[in-house]
């Protein structure tokens, strides 16, 4: 058969190829370990290991029929979902209970999933215009101050949200300057910017707040209540949905839009095409006549603004108070949840919402299995980044000019 | 429209750190006419194209568009003024679409804010048939020909609205049907009313093409002269600034025991892929063999694996009957086979090592070069002195870096080393590609000569003129098989419909 026939593959033959079945053996693999958890509470082994030893099969024939990164995707997915269902077959029925509280967990997964997935669009304007963007982290650190600082100084969280992005955005130009005119390596510049905004949240923190710390009283980014989710008939259904939903933070909320808007200015508009097309060829843009310098540069403060709503969320949003280093890697995070998504939103969305969820239940762990159980589980994302970034699921192709400062000639 | 120039650039001088790149350069450009700028490589035609362009600001001099004086400041400016470029490396962004190419930076939109893509393919759409540019608007751009991204780059000038297309080397990239077909749309643009600059140092094709020709060399312009009365061997001589000899002097072969021989080889491409299969040839000692075939059929697979650098995934390669199917590159190397490689940039040379240290690549671990694991620059030094010499490398001496010769000098470095080696085999994948006609004369001398010392020559091209000139027998490759073996006087529409899959196994 010739190359070309074998690329024209119908659609039913893509739906029972290969591929196909190893991602089902991922699910499968996802599914036995579900079965042990709430609310199905399944007790004893059998079924869990069985859709388990489904998934391995899976993915067994996916690696056979030379599928080989989703097969081994589903055969590692299904050997972790057997051991997670026997280990919590072996746990008490309370204990699974207190970890396991479906409507806390999702809406702790999007409360920990916000500011990384702020942070992850930011860095997507910056990456896809071709310049990586490693100070995510941080540009986030100078969100949560001047977020806090904002607040108290203005007495408003408006103009915390103000301050924040205006630094955020000062920051992104510096990192900026450097990679696109002085043409810096952006790893390096970007590692600088880092430590400069660790160096003046720390300088600044001391110097405006000393011992005591931030106030207590400091403005909040308000939560919005839709009291009106428990009434949802049924009763189990209202119940889920208002643990879940009922009481969010307004940038939880606005994380929404931000993904629509983001999408569409990205794939749908002039714009995005424009910086797409800067970050895969600044030579060819250049000479249909796109300023590149313009483009990134707007692009990188874009980023900026960005992740320090992100920080910004996190201090006067979520913990109520400022300290220092309080990031604490989330930048690093929310680079590998852009990365894992493709550098799209809605993949990033969604790598966020996993890591997300890895943190919720890291630190729902501890109240039944102990603190080293919660410890081990904050370390999952980090797991899961490498995972991805080895390319079980499907590898991602970066921009193709991302990190290649371009000379103007 | 009046009937003065439409372009016309006076005095146009453009410095470089010690060079100067244009040198006062005239240059006039008729409404609806086709006009050539020939040059050696350096010659400044494409600085002068970037200035038109809008890319590069001239020192001194004056543009004229339509009889008024223009400042082109970018390549934004140029484009308002009518002006559009195809670059010898394609302007294309690979993971988009042909449409999305083409409108890039003048998007219709809907309000002015959301990309209208159907609109966008419709455009596209109409002004490919209009002027006969066979494209297809939602193709993925890496996922069509050379010939059409070309057709793509021409659209997206015509989309903007451009009366002057400057066309830079466009047939460097095409097989010769394809360059054909460029012709037949180049003479459709100019009944349409556009006029075009085609930049080339090809002398047959412009001849070919051009109403005129403007001939350049260092820098300055030599003349401009009309079709009628140009021929190529004055236009060389215009270009180089002596005598060239166009056609390769060489005696008939007298070829001998076979040398390197190939028995059902088959190779695989980087993706696991065949990409040569069931090759069997043989090259003797004293003759040449021309391998042709359109880029992408294999040819650097069978390179690769001749030389040691790939393995096969079957069949078998003997030199001087000795098996090297799994032999390792050094060992074919020592067993005398001498390889130009495709790429001298990348593979050929170490552009960051010194001409002596380039030039002992192969043997720096054998006396006199190094005794004992001690390395004797010196030694290096003094016979790299002595091979610069010979093989006429200009533009540096030993302790030069690679990187700062012209290209002609690299390959003439890169041919010293293989040539001073002895073998009893050489491979010249592509020996002048980006040569100008000066070091190609040079290169193809050289390579009779080889034969001429009862060598085995296997020379791979892309260009069926050098294959035609040099070669004793024509292998054809397509989709990695051998398709046909042909006499050099074989017709090269012959050549070039065996090249594409066409015609029966031909022999000679």
Avoid: C
């Avoid at chain 1, 201090?315 to 550098?343: D, K, P, Q, Y």
């Avoid at chain 2, 006396?367 to 030094?381: K, Q």
């Amino acid at each position: 058969m010739s190359v070309r026939a074998e690329s024209v593959r119908s659609g039913w033959e893509r739906a029972t190829g290969p591929r196909a079945v190893g991602i089902l053996g991922i699910a499968l693999g996802a599914l036995s370990f579900w079965l042990a958890l709430p609310p199905v509470h399944a007790r004893n082994t059998v079924l869990p290991v069985a859709v388990g030893i489904l998934g391995a099969a899976a993915g067994i024939w996916a690696v056979s029929r030379r599928e080989r990164r989703v097969g081994w995707g589903a055969i590692a997915a299904a050997l972790v979902g057997i051991v997670g269902a026997i280990l919590a077959t072996r746990s008490s029925l309370t204990h699974l209970d207190i970890v396991v509280f479906w409507g806390a967990l999702v809406t702790a997964t999007l409360r920990w999933a916000t500011p990384l997935t702020f942070a992850a669009i930011g860095g997507m304007f910056s990456e896809r215009s071709g310049v990586v963007n490693i100070g995510l982290e941080g540009m986030m650190l100078v969100g949560a101050f001047f977020g806090a600082l904002g607040a108290d100084k203005t007495g408003s969280w408006e103009g915390g949200l103000l301050i924040a992005m205006a630094a955020g955005g000062a920051l992104a130009l510096i990192h900026a300057f450097f990679a696109i005119h002085l043409r810096a390596d952006q790893i390096v510049g970007g590692t600088a910017i880092n430590f400069l905004a660790l160096g003046i949240t720390g300088y600044l923190y001391v110097d405006v707040y000393g011992q005591q710390g931030t106030p207590t009283n400091l403005p909040a980014i308000p939560d919005v209540h839709f009291n009106w989710l428990q009434h949802v008939p049924p009763h189990q259904l209202g119940s889920f949905l208002d643990n879940s939903f009922g009481q969010m933070n307004l940038m939880v909320w606005l994380m929404f839009p931000l993904l629509i808007v983001s999408y569409i200015v990205m794939f749908k508009t002039p714009i995005g095409l424009r910086i797409r097309a800067v970050g895969e060829h600044p030579r060819a843009a250049d000479t249909v006549g796109i300023s590149v310098y313009a483009v990134r540069y707007s692009a990188v403060v874009v980023s900026g603004v960005l992740a320090a709503l992100g920080g910004a969320y996190l201090s006067i949003g979520f913990v109520h108070s400022f300290s220092e280093g309080m990031t604490n890697g989330r930048g690093f995070i929310a680079l590998a949840a852009l990365i894992f998504g493709g550098w799209r939103p809605f993949g990033a969305f969604g790598a966020a919402l996993l890591f997300g969820f890895s943190s919720a239940l890291a630190l729902r762990l501890p109240d039944a299995y102990g603190s080293s159980a919660g410890t081990l589980f904050q370390a999952l994302p980090y797991v899961l980044t490498l995972i991805a970034v080895a390319g079980v699921i499907g590898r991602s192709i970066p921009p193709a000019a991302i990190g290649r400062p371009y000379k103007k000639q | 429209m009046s009937d003065g120039p439409i372009l016309e650039l006076r005095s146009i001088t453009k410095r470089f750190p010690g060079v100067v790149a244009n040198d006062a350069i005239d240059f006039e450009l008729l409404p609806g006419e086709v006009h050539a700028l020939l040059g050696e490589n350096g010659a400044g035609k494409s600085t002068l194209m970037n200035i038109v362009y809008g890319l590069y600001r001239p020192d001194g001099g004056e543009i004229l568009i339509r009889g008024k004086p223009v400042t082109l400041g970018s390549a934004r400016e140029a484009i308002m003024h009518g002006i559009g470029m195809v670059h010898q490396h394609f302007m294309l962004i690979p993971v988009m679409t042909v449409a999305e190419n083409i409108v890039l930076a003048s998007e219709p939109t809907h309000a002015g804010v959301l990309l209208d893509y159907a609109a966008s393919v419709e455009r596209v759409r109409e002004l490919s048939e209009r002027f006969g540019l066979a494209v297809d608007p939602e193709a993925r751009v890496e996922n069509i020909g050379v010939g059409q991204e070309q057709r793509v780059e021409i659209l997206k000038a015509l989309y903007r609205g451009a009366e002057i297309l400057i066309l830079d080397e466009p047939t460097a990239v095409l097989t010769p049907q394809e360059a054909a077909e460029l012709f037949e749309i180049i003479r459709g643009l100019q009944a349409q009313g556009k006029s075009i600059i085609f930049i080339s140092h090809k002398l047959k094709e412009v001849v070919e093409i051009a109403d005129r020709i403007t001939v350049l060399r260092r820098g300055r312009k030599v003349d401009t002269i009309s079709r009628e009365g140009a021929t190529e061997t004055g236009l060389a001589r215009m270009m180089v600034g002596r005598e060239v000899l166009l056609r390769v002097e060489k005696k008939p072969a007298a070829p001998g025991q076979p040398m390197l021989e190939v028995h059902d080889l088959s190779v695989l491409d980087d993706r696991g892929l065949g990409a040569v299969r069931d090759v069997s040839f043989a090259v003797r000692a004293g003759e040449i063999v021309g391998l042709a075939g359109v880029d992408g059929n294999g040819q650097t697979e069978l390179i690769d694996a001749l030389a040691g650098l790939r393995r096969p995934s079957g069949g078998e390669i003997r030199v001087r009957g000795q098996d090297v199917t799994r032999a390792s590159a050094r060992r074919v190397l020592d067993l005398g086979v001498g390889h130009i490689p495709e790429d001298r940039q990348r593979r050929g040379l170490v552009l960051e090592f010194s001409l002596a240290e380039n030039l002992a690549l192969h043997d720096y671990d054998e006396e006199p070069n190094s005794r004992f694991g001690w390395l004797f620059p010196r030694r290096l030094i003094s016979r790299a002195r002595k091979l610069l010499r010979e093989f006429d490398v200009r533009g540096g001496g030993p302790q030069t870096r690679a990187s700062a010769l012209s290209g002609g000098n690299q390959q003439k470095v890169v041919i010293a080393r293989e040539v001073a080696g002895d073998p009893d085999v050489l491979i010249a994948a592509q020996p002048t590609r980006g040569l100008d006609v000066g070091a190609i004369e040079y290169v193809h001398r050289r390579l009779v000569e080889v034969r001429d010392e009862g060598k085995a020559v296997l020379l791979v091209s892309l260009e069926l003129d050098e294959i035609r000139a040099l070669s004793d027998r024509i292998l054809v490759i397509y989709e990695g098989r051998i398709v046909g073996e042909y006499d050099p006087k074989v017709a090269e529409e012959d050549l070039g419909i065996a090249m594409t899959g066409g015609g029966s196994a031909a022999a000679a």
